[in-house]
């Protein structure tokens, strides 16, 4: 007996929200599908991922980001790795544009893991659709941030290919803003619009 035919995906599966929700899904079970520093601090701070865990997590993640951009040379025809930049953010390219970058990350990393911390892990407001609210996130995050700082939300996304492109300049600046973002992520959930059992504060509530 013949395997049976794959499902068809329609159109709408394979939009970027779509597309982008797949991924976490996949693993979800066994790692919990971060795969950005960022989304894991925020997990570990609102008690989501143990402590102890945070270091192995980040290593994995921009071991990730490592083996990608290195994957992403080596099938690439060198001109067009290079016309890319190698896929390093290069949309800063003068001071002036710092402080509207760093800014402009912390507020789309801030969305990204709100959307993980309240779809995936506060248990008041996790549900079946988390995945899909992290991919509309992730979408309506790099429409609304891509011309200003690039759309990173991602320090391992940052460092692989600055490592394979070797290009640093501003690179700083996706580590900070989207660590500063999961910061604040974590101060909301656990002091402001976490559920009792992760609130520092008015627990019974």
Known sequence: MGLPAPPRLSPASL???ALVSRLPSAFAGDSGGHFNPAVSLAATLIGG?????????WISQLCGGLIGAALAKAVSPEDRFWNASGAAFVTVQEPGQVGGAVVVELILTTLLALAVCMGAINE????????FS??????????A???VSGACMNPARAFGPAVVANHWDFHW?????????SLLVGVLIRFIIGDGKTR??????
Do not use: E, N, S
């Open 145 to 147: 941030g891509g011309a």
């Open 49 to 57: 991922l143990d402590l102890v865990m945070l270091l192995p997590y």
């Open 173 to 181: 600046i996706y580590w900070l803003g989207p660590l500063l973002g």
């Open 15 to 17: 939009t970027p929200p």
């Open 200 to 205: 520092l504060i008015f627990k019974g509530r």
């Open 134 to 143: 992290i991919g509309f996130a992730v979408t309506v995050d790099i429409l």
């Open 124 to 131: 008041k407001t996790q549900g079946p659709l988390a995945p």
